[in-house]
C-alpha cells in the first residue's frame, strides 16, 4: 500500500525559507512522477511544482514549476530515500496553504503532470504559514 507523508511546514516570516518533505513508502520509484499541490482557505487546490524521472537517463529529472513560484521555489527527488522535496525560498504571505505531495506511476516521464486529477496518490498535507 503506497503512502506518502509530508513534513517540514510551519510559521515563517516573509522572505524566510522551508524545505517541505515527501516521505513515500510501499513502492519504489521507477516510473513515478510526484508533485506538490498547496490549497488555501476557500480557494480551490493549486498546482505547484511537479517532477519527473526519465526512464532512459535514471540522472535526468524534469521539473515544472507554476509560475507564482518560478525562481523562488526548487522541487527535487532523492531516490535513494524515496522522497521528494520542496525548497521554499522568499516565503510570501500567499504562500500560505496546506501543502499536498501527490505521486502517479505508469505515466510520462518527460513530462510529470500538472493536474490533481492526473495523480493516484495523495499524502495529506502539511501546514505552510508565511507572516507578514
Known amino acids: 500500500q503506497v503512502q506518502l507523508v509530508e513534513s517540514g511546514g510551519g510559521l515563517v516570516q516573509t522572505g524566510e525559507s522551508l524545505r517541505l518533505s515527501c516521505a513515500a513508502s510501499g513502492r519504489t520509484f521507477s516510473g513515478i512522477a510526484m508533485g506538490w499541490f498547496r490549497q488555501a482557505p476557500g480557494k480551490e487546490r493549486e498546482f505547484v511544482a511537479a517532477?519527473?524521472?526519465?526512464?532512459?537517463?535514471?540522472?535526468?529529472?524534469?521539473?515544472e514549476y507554476a509560475d507564482s513560484v518560478k525562481g523562488r521555489f526548487t522541487i527535487s527527488m532523492d531516490n535513494g530515500k524515496n522522497t521528494m522535496y520542496l525548497q521554499m525560498n522568499n516565503l510570501k504571505p500567499e504562500d500560505t496553504a496546506v501543502y499536498l505531495c501527490?505521486?502517479?506511476?505508469?505515466?510520462?516521464?518527460?513530462?510529470?503532470?500538472?493536474?490533481?486529477?492526473?495523480?493516484?496518490?495523495w499524502g495529506r498535507g502539511t501546514q505552510v504559514t508565511v507572516s507578514s
Open positions: 501527490a505521486a502517479v506511476w505508469g505515466g510520462s516521464t518527460r513530462y510529470p503532470p500538472l493536474k490533481s486529477n492526473e495523480y493516484n496518490y
Open positions: 517532477i519527473s524521472r526519465s526512464a532512459s537517463a535514471l540522472n535526468t529529472y524534469y521539473a
